[in-house]
């Protein structure tokens, strides 16, 4: 499974970004997306996630409220539409595959990862 993200960028706050992944190979063996995000010197943290079938999200506390993940499963692509952006929102921001059909935020259960793409938030 390949997964390329695209959609980062620079905005400032309060500002709007959409990131989207699309998932290419073997997608069938792909039971949710997810992304998560690290920041310079900090470790990779769980976003959100959505399983294909049934479209179960999670997301971290974080985000709740300003962050929305969805999916186009003809498309095998997903996007986290991110609102109310704030500064500590700046990262690397990776779209993730994992193989189970249960949400997760355990990072070591998504087997795929696409590179990142940059979002950086200014006050």
């Known amino acids: 499974v390949q997964l390329q993200a695209s959609g980062g960028g620079a905005v400032q706050a309060g500002g709007s970004l959409r990131l989207f992944c699309a998932a290419s190979g073997r997608t069938l063996g792909v039971g949710a997306m997810g992304w998560f995000r690290q920041a310079p010197g900090k470790e990779r943290e769980f976003v959100a996630t959505?399983?294909?079938?049934?479209?179960?999200?999670l997301y971290a506390d974080s985000v709740k409220g300003r962050f929305t993940i969805a999916r186009d499963n003809a498309k095998n692509t997903v996007w986290l539409q991110m609102n109310s952006l704030k500064p500590e929102d700046t990262a690397i921001y990776y779209c993730?595959?994992?193989?189970?059909?249960?949400?997760?935020?355990?990072?070591?259960?998504?087997?795929?990862w696409g590179r990142g793409t940059l979002v950086t938030v200014s006050s």
């Open positions: 993730a595959a994992a193989p189970t059909s249960i949400p997760t935020v355990l990072l070591e259960r998504y087997r795929y």
């Open positions: 959505i399983t294909w079938s049934g479209g179960s999200t």
